[in-house]
């Protein structure tokens, strides 16, 4: 699959544990905070905090817990992260992609250099491995047991540059800009289709193979990125 197994990502955050389930919320409330400094707190004129808002409730996340994070966002105290992208290796070589959002970059740098040491891997200068991916917006969705013609008629009519399907789901992918992105999901919504994720993402364009003694290591390596309120988002080229 070109979204890097993105579906057994969202299977995963979907079973977390409710104090896991906390973090997504605490990630969620800081995208939501940066989309409303930018762009104000009314999702009809914020694409951007309309689509998060999507994202949310894809994710399970409670209306009020939403509302709250729309309101805490005017507060320049509680407002102030700035994105940050780092890149390295993880064990095998494996390519990483790590976007975060964070109010102390020291902190989360330090972070993030102790993770993959730990490890097997090395954090690396930005663009040490971003050549390896490609930028595209992906959607994914449940197919609700649709043939593939089907779901590929209704893909093109949306908008899509191309899609891959599986018994379970179906990728669909777009430009890299969120405009294309938001036409392509909103028309699928429309046709009821169950959105499981909509982002801009970084496609492997190639895939790292990891022999089964390391394969532990590179598991826990993502499972520590992810468990970290500062990590956004974790990109990597294992084929899992």
Request: aromatic content about 8%.
């Given at each position: ?92 070589g ?23 040491d ?6 690396g ?29 209704d ?12 018994d379970?789901?179906?990728?669909i ?19 009821g ?5 909509a ?42």
């Amino acid at each position: 699959m070109s979204g890097h197994s993105k579906w057994s990502t969202i299977k995963r955050k979907k079973e977390k544990t409710d104090a896991q389930r906390a973090n997504i919320f605490t990630k969620i409330g800081r995208e939501i905070a940066v989309a409303v400094r930018e762009g104000g707190a009314d999702p009809n004129t914020n694409g951007k905090l309309r689509d998060l808002i999507a994202k949310a409730k894809s994710l399970n996340v409670p209306n009020e817990n939403i509302d709250r994070a729309i309101k805490k966002a005017g507060d320049p105290d509680k407002n102030n992260y700035e994105e940050i992208i780092y890149e390295g290796y993880g064990v095998g070589g494996v390519a990483v992609i790590v976007e975060c959002l964070t109010d102390n970059r020291n902190r989360t740098a330090g972070d993030l250099r102790h993770y993959f040491d730990k490890y097997g891997g090395n954090l690396g200068q930005s663009g040490s491995v971003g050549f390896l991916f490609q930028r595209r917006g992906l959607v994914v969705v449940e197919n609700n047991g649709l043939s593939e013609d089907t779901i590929m008629e209704d893909c093109l009519d949306a908008g899509a540059e191309d899609f891959e399907a599986s018994d379970e789901f179906a990728e669909i992918f777009t430009a890299a800009d969120p405009n294309a992105l938001r036409t392509v999901r909103e028309s699928l919504e429309k046709k009821g289709y169950n959105i499981a994720s909509a982002e801009i993402a970084y496609i492997p364009n190639t895939r790292a193979a990891l022999d089964l003694d390391v394969k532990a290591k590179m598991e826990k390596l993502l499972d520590i990125l992810e468990d970290n309120d500062d990590v956004q988002n974790v990109w990597h080229n294992w084929e899992e």
